[in-house]
């Protein structure tokens, strides 16, 4: 018989002077789930009645200073900035050294502040659950949130235990454990190629890129970009966790310029080329604006044609002067990559619903955004226009080929089959 395989050690985070009774909860129910609780406090005032395998004297040395010098150093905010910064170096430190298996932190909006960085500082494939009174709410900006965070409402627990709050926290703890037994890590033997589309009803490249990408020896990584999806494509980008990159429906930019709720954050589009991953790019779905199809429309947009995607999704499309807009921004954001970037213009159009018929067909606005793209693209970036839509097999062929070529130059390592 082997021997039993170690208990997971799952750090677990929080301000132990204010929020003792519910951390201590937390480690006993992951004590009986089977993992091995690794206490973790970030209080500022005052020492937890219990004594912490990470203090707050702790944290605050990682983070470069003193306790002493972080409750002087202006206000809360400031405090937990510092407190934050040492939370996050202590993690990653941590696991770096292999003596963590798994992060669950609980707090507020100061807390979930810490967390958020907390979990930014790890890899992706390490369990990170935030239990949080502000979950799921517009406070949190996409860009502060990694790639596979896990969170939960910190429902009707915000001062001591009660039904509720034991029910939030046990199902917590109980999930950051069975991700940390069972969990796959991310790293494959193939080399990892991130893409970005929208729904086959809308964009449908990927139908034919993905299996011939796979029998050149690829992984290949689909996003979703509608807001999220980008997001974790742009971490993953900054991690260097990309062989190459097919960007080829960057929307979130448009949304993001936009201001909707449909948003990667303001560095999406940067992240590749900020970390010198060779890029494939194309204006997929630049032309619409994604937004919330809950409430009104925003009174810019509010006269353009309209198409409900769903109950939670629609979309808008910007006017030609807007279009304009956008294409120099993808030019300003191209200008900073440290890589070869492609950039591939299907003159046809750029997405399903732009077809003539459709409902957000716009001639005038097409020709507004290609006359400006190819303007504003730098000296460094190789502009391709194909005399096709983006669905046209025209399209994907002519990427397959760039890609094919930079392998073959050796820009781009070769797949493994």
């Known amino acids: 018989m082997g021997s039993a395989a170690p208990l997971p050690r799952i750090l677990v985070i929080g301000t132990g002077d204010t ?5 201590q909860f937390m480690a006993f129910v992951i004590d009986e789930a089977g993992g091995l609780p690794v206490m973790v406090d970030v209080s500022i005032l005052g020492d937890p009645p219990y004594k912490p395998d990470y203090s707050r004297h702790d944290i605050a040395e990682a983070a470069g200073t003193s306790i002493e010098a972080i409750v002087a150093s202006g206000d809360e905010n400031s405090a937990m900035a510092l407190m934050a910064k040492g939370a996050a170096t202590l993690t990653r430190d941590l696991h770096n050294a292999g003596q963590m298996d798994g992060v669950i932190m609980l707090g507020g909006s100061m807390g979930t502040d810490l967390a958020l960085d907390v979990a930014a500082a790890l890899p992706l494939g390490v369990p990170k659950f935030v239990v949080s009174t502000i979950a799921y709410s517009h406070l949190v900006p996409p860009e502060r949130i990694a790639p596979d965070l896990m969170m939960i409402l910190w429902a009707g627990g915000l001062y001591g235990l ?13 999930a950051v454990v069975g991700a940390a037994k069972h969990g796959t890590k991310p790293e494959g033997e193939r080399p990892l190629i991130g893409m970005t589309s929208l729904g086959s009803s809308c964009l449908k490249y990927m139908k034919h890129l993905k299996p011939e990408l796979e029998k050149r020896g690829y992984d290949v990584a689909v996003f979703h970009a509608t807001g999220m999806g980008g997001r974790a494509f742009e971490a993953i980008a900054a991690q260097n966790g990309f062989a190459a990159v097919f960007d080829l429906c960057i929307q979130e930019v448009s949304n993001h310029h936009y201001g909707t709720v449909v948003t990667s954050g303001p560095d999406r589009l940067e992240n590749a080329g900020r970390a010198g991953i060779p890029q494939i ?10 937004l919330q199809a809950w409430q009104d429309l925003p009174a810019i947009l509010a006269d353009r044609p309209y198409h409900a995607h769903n109950r939670l999704i629609g979309s808008v499309t910007s006017s030609p002067q807007g279009r304009r807009e956008i294409a120099r921004l993808v030019g300003r954001k191209l200008a900073t990559a440290k890589a070869k970037v492609a950039f591939l213009l299907p003159v046809g159009g750029l997405q399903e619903w732009d077809r003539p018929e459709e409902p957000l067909h716009d001639p005038a606005g097409l020709d507004a955004f290609l006359d400006e793209i190819r303007q504003a693209l730098p000296a460094t970036v190789a502009l391709q226009e194909i005399e096709a839509h983006i669905n046209a097999p025209a399209f994907s ?6 890609f094919d070529t930079w392998v073959a130059e050796g820009i781009i390592p070769e797949g493994r089959p």
Not at 19 to 23: A, F, M, Q, R, S
Not at 281 to 290: E, R, Y
């Open 19 to 23: 929020k003792c009774d519910e951390l």
């Open 397 to 402: 062929e002519k990427a397959l080929e760039i």
């Open 162 to 174: 009660n039904g509720i709050c034991r029910s939030v926290l046990s199902q917590a703890c109980g």
């Open 281 to 290: 790019v194309a204006p997929g779905a630049v032309d619409m604006v994604d």
